[in-house]
T-cell receptor, first 116, second 114 residues
Framework: NAGVMQNPRHLVRRRGQEARLRCSPM?????VYWYRQLPEEGLKFMVY????????ESGMPKERFSAEFPKEGPSILRIQQVVRGDSAAYFC??????????????FGPGTRLLVL | DQQVKQNSPSLSVQEGRISILNCDYT??????FLWYKKYPAEGPTFLIS?????DKNEDGRFTVFLNKSAKHLSLHIVPSQPGDSAVYFC?????????????FGKGTKLSVIP
């Protein structure tokens, strides 16, 4: 399966712990996006990365959240000192490196984070 | 303030009939429009897209219509099948921003009744 992969699929954390979400883009894709979906809501953009670069982080909360996409390995979304309001589904998407504006983003299955 | 609105949270359609899902947007700068389908506990699946230079795009049973003056797009599914039952999200982007982030509506839950 050459689709976007995310792990873990489900993650339970207690308040104050750290959450690390991983995303491996589709083969040949070097653009990665992270989105968050709260219950009964649409997906909300968080951050857009290319290899070793953050291109747009305008949707990221100012504190506790960070993202990276290293030269080797998956993209990581890191949430420090989680709070109950961080409970949501986090989706990763990828697109090719052609640089065209009309790029379709392909989504992974998501990580469902539950903060107790 | 919602930039993308899907005003119908749910829609029920008889199998074989046409399903019409609607989406309105506020910013005339948006120039690329997509529809995604989502099943519970899965990620969104891309269905069909349209750029602002067109007013219609067709792919099998799915057709997307774009009315730029009304800032409105719609997805037509014909004939509807029970497997089409899912949540459908409209998404838009603006190519001039340098970031291809998508802005989503809240979704419409389609139920196709056998």
């Amino acid at each position: 399966n050459a689709g976007v992969m995310q792990n873990p699929r489900h993650l339970v954390r207690r308040r104050g712990q750290e959450a690390r979400l991983r995303c491996s883009p589709m083969k040949g894709h070097s653009h990665v996006y992270w989105y968050r979906q709260l219950p009964e809501e649409g997906l909300k953009f968080m951050v857009y990365l290319q290899k070793e670069n953050i291109i747009d982080e305008s949707g990221m909360p100012k504190e506790r959240f960070s993202a990276e996409f290293p030269k080797e390995g998956p993209s990581i979304l890191r949430i420090q000192q989680v709070v109950r309001g961080d409970s949501a589904a986090y989706f990763c998407a990828s697109s090719p490196a052609s640089g065209l504006a009309e790029e379709t983003q392909y989504f992974g299955p998501g990580t469902r984070l539950l903060v107790l | 303030d919602q930039q993308v609105k899907q005003n119908s949270p749910s829609l029920s359609v008889q199998e074989g009939r046409i399903s019409i899902l609607n989406c309105d947007y506020t910013n005339s700068m948006f120039d690329y429009f997509l529809w995604y389908k989502k099943y519970p506990a899965e990620g969104p699946t891309f269905l069909i897209s349209i750029s602002s230079i067109k007013d219609k795009n067709e792919d099998g049973r799915f057709t997307v219509f774009l009315n730029k003056s009304a800032k409105h797009l719609s997805l037509h599914i014909v004939p509807s099948q029970p497997g089409d039952s899912a949540v459908y999200f409209c998404a838009v982007s603006y190519s001039g921003a340098g970031s291809y982030q998508l802005t989503f509506g809240k979704g419409t839950k389609l139920s196709v009744i056998p």
